[in-house]
């Protein structure tokens, strides 16, 4: 029975998002709110924005219509706590869109959107609460947060926010990657036992699908701002609820399941960091190597994202997007493997990391190639490296492994694992 509401959630989000897109463009072109061509833009023509109003009115009905269509959701928000719960989470998600609308307008300074996601993230939390622990299935052990666990949760909420509208810069991408991480974690969620969260969860997905075909054709329509952002905190909210279970925080197959957004982000703050980080000669007070700092300029916005170094890397526009989605959609899979078999989390992630090491500096950004870059070079020439103690204890260092190898070729290895007593 459950899966079956949850499947109308689904199918009602992208109905309703189908029926309201065309008339909240009509209204973005009304108010002026148009997102024009520019160097940072591949859109040739004036698109307008807010097609994030139609897609979060979608899951709002959505979400309302599961109320009385899933009777077990019903004691979750009609009771004191829940009502509040989930009241101060809408609040949070109409601030978060009363701010890209204005950014979609004119634009807002960095610093006041970061306090304004600081303030609705952690209204949030505070009636939502913080996930007591991390499970790190399959070890046998959770990490208890204590004190940190309030932090930690604001700053995972603010990361995937901002995480979401990075991936922004291509018509569907941030559409499509975050209504199939939406998908695997509404499925999560039903497993782990929710029943809120995966509504949310199915009906943002749902709604997300529905705005697609818009933002695909002509005339097409923007998530803009309050679309990106207003759907990166509704999935951060969600998450932090609905990937609970006995009071832990399944970290692994969230992470997997949006390691899309998330490996933007990280590269995106990466790159940006490195980049004002260079190596410069210096004849004072003698020739050297020395680390210059610049300002980062994290909130500086560029044309460097992935989805834009797919097209520079000779990708057409259709077959990035393509590539993006069956990306998010591999890793969503292997998040719903590591959620039911937890002891491949740690082979997939290891992976998963060692694959974003190898191709990110090759392929994608030259910031990363520190060493092509030169960063080994100041530190090569510091004066602990060239002391005499670090290098006579790097020569003792190397003779002890030395005669340890050779009683190994000699005597064998067990010999040496005994003491020499074989």
Not at 79 to 94: D, E, F, I, P, Y
Not at 165 to 170: L, S, Y
Not at 240 to 259: H, S, Y
Request: aromatic share 8%.
């Amino acid at each position: 029975m459950l899966i079956t509401s949850y499947l109308a959630v689904f199918v009602g989000g992208v109905l309703l998002a189908l029926v309201l897109t065309p008339a909240v463009r009509r209204l973005a072109v009304r108010l002026g709110a148009i997102d024009q061509p520019g160097e940072r833009k591949i859109h040739a023509q004036p698109v307008p924005r807010l097609g994030g109003v139609a897609v979060l009115i979608a899951v709002s009905f959505a979400v309302a219509g599961a109320f009385w269509l899933i009777p077990e959701m019903r004691p979750a928000i009609t009771s004191t706590l829940g009502a509040a719960r989930w009241g101060v989470l809408a609040s949070a998600v109409l601030l978060i869109c009363a701010m890209g609308a204005i950014d979609d307008f004119g634009g807002l300074p960095a610093r006041l959107k970061f306090l304004i996601e600081i303030t609705a993230a952690a209204a949030v939390v505070l009636v939502a609460g913080a996930p007591e622990a991390i499970d790190f299935s399959p070890f046998s052990f959770s990490l208890r947060l204590g004190y940190v666990a309030p932090l930690l949760a604001i700053f995972f909420i603010i990361a995937l926010t901002n995480a979401v509208n990075m991936t922004d810069g291509v018509d569907g991408v941030a559409g499509g990657i975050s209504a199939i991480a939406a998908l695997t974690l509404g499925t999560m969620s039903v497993a782990a036992g929710h029943v809120v969260a995966p509504v949310v969860l199915f009906a943002l997905a749902g709604a997300l699908v529905g705005f697609l075909p818009h933002n695909f054709r002509t005339p097409k329509v923007f998530l803009g701002d309050t679309g990106s952002l207003g759907v990166g905190f509704v999935l951060g909210a969600a998450v932090l609820i609905g990937l609970q279970r006995d009071g832990a925080w399944l970290i692994v197959p969230a992470v997997l399941a949006l390691a899309v957004p998330l490996t933007e982000l990280g590269l995106t703050v990466l790159r940006r960091t490195l980049r004002a980080l260079t190596v410069e000669r210096t004849t004072l007070p003698r020739e050297r190597f020395v680390f210059q700092a610049g300002w980062p300029g994290l909130f500086v916005p560029d044309r460097r994202h992935i989805p834009h170094r797919l097209l520079e890397l000779g990708l057409s526009k259709r077959w990035a997007i393509a590539a993006l989605y069956a990306i998010g959609a591999t890793l969503g899979g292997l998040g719903l493997a590591a959620f039911y078999e937890p002891e491949l989390g740690p082979f997939i992630g290891l992976t998963i990391v060692a694959v974003v090491i190898y191709f990110a500096p090759r392929w994608l950004y030259h910031e990363l190639r520190l060493i092509e870059r030169g960063a080994l070079l100041p530190i090569l020439e510091s004066r602990l490296l060239r002391s005499r103690a670090l290098q006579a204890t790097y020569d003792g260092a190397v003779v002890f492994v030395s005669c340890l190898a050779t009683e190994a070729i000699v005597m064998g290895p067990a010999a040496v694992l005994s003491g020499g007593s074989a």
